[in-house]
T-cell receptor
């Protein structure tokens, strides 16, 4: 069965802290994504990666960075957390060829509160 | 750039009634369209997708959607709502080669 696992479901961090959100997929997918979900705004793409060590900015990359050292793992990094980064973060993965209709699979999400 | 608009941030229906969730898209190329569902405190699960071929697409849990190019719509329907259908629903369209662009979401409430 398809599995995208986000290591932390709920986190509370202080302003200015460095925050790591980890995601692992077990489907040998090339693509991995980080989305942010906010009420009334739907999901917005932060970054995505189409191969190991490769990354592209999404629609809202400011204040975030990513790391993909291994194919199965994609990390989202908040270098200095701020209160406006309080949100739900969703990791996803897909096989190459989303434009051909391949499905994107999502993890269960990480709720981050910055105080 | 491709985009989707979901009409109605909140829809409420009675158990057993028809469910209709509206989605309109904007795309300069033939679109690939998706509906995802999110149950409380969970990630997103694919309900159905349209790529090519038949314009009426059947998904899981009795949902279906019809691609109408003339109306640039991809509305989601279910003939008879069940309490377990209460969730948030997202319409999405492919942008570029690998990315999904989501609508704002519609929260579906089922009244007993």
């Amino acid at each position: 069965d398809v599995k995208v696992t986000q290591s932390s479901r709920y986190l509370v961090k202080r302003t200015g802290e460095k925050v790591f959100l980890e995601c692992v997929q077990d489907m040998d997918h090339e693509n991995m994504f980080w989305y942010r979900q906010d009420p009334g705004l739907g999901l917005r793409l932060i970054y995505f990666s189409y191969d190991v060590k490769m990354k592209e900015k999404g629609d809202i990359p400011e204040g975030y960075s990513v790391s993909r050292e291994k194919k199965e793992r994609f990390s989202l990094i908040l270098e200095s957390a701020s209160t406006n980064q309080t949100s739900m973060y969703l990791c996803a993965s897909s096989d190459w060829g989303v434009s051909a209709g391949n499905t994107i699979y999502f993890g269960e999400g990480s709720w981050l509160t910055v105080v | 750039a491709q985009s989707v608009t979901q009409l109605g941030s909140h829809v409420s229906v009675s158990e057993g009634a028809l469910v209709l969730l509206r989605c309109n898209y904007s795309s300069s190329v033939p679109p690939y369209l998706f509906w995802y569902v999110q149950y409380p405190n969970q990630g997103l699960q694919l309900l159905l997708k349209y790529t090519t071929g038949a314009t009426l697409v059947k998904g899981i849990n009795g949902f279906e959607a019809e691609f109408k190019k003339s109306e640039t719509s991809f509305h989601l329907t279910k003939p008879s709502a069940h309490m377990s259908d209460a969730a948030e629903y997202f319409c999405a369209v492919i942008q570029g080669a690998q990315k999904l662009v989501f609508g704002q979401g519609t929260r579906l409430t089922i009244n007993p």
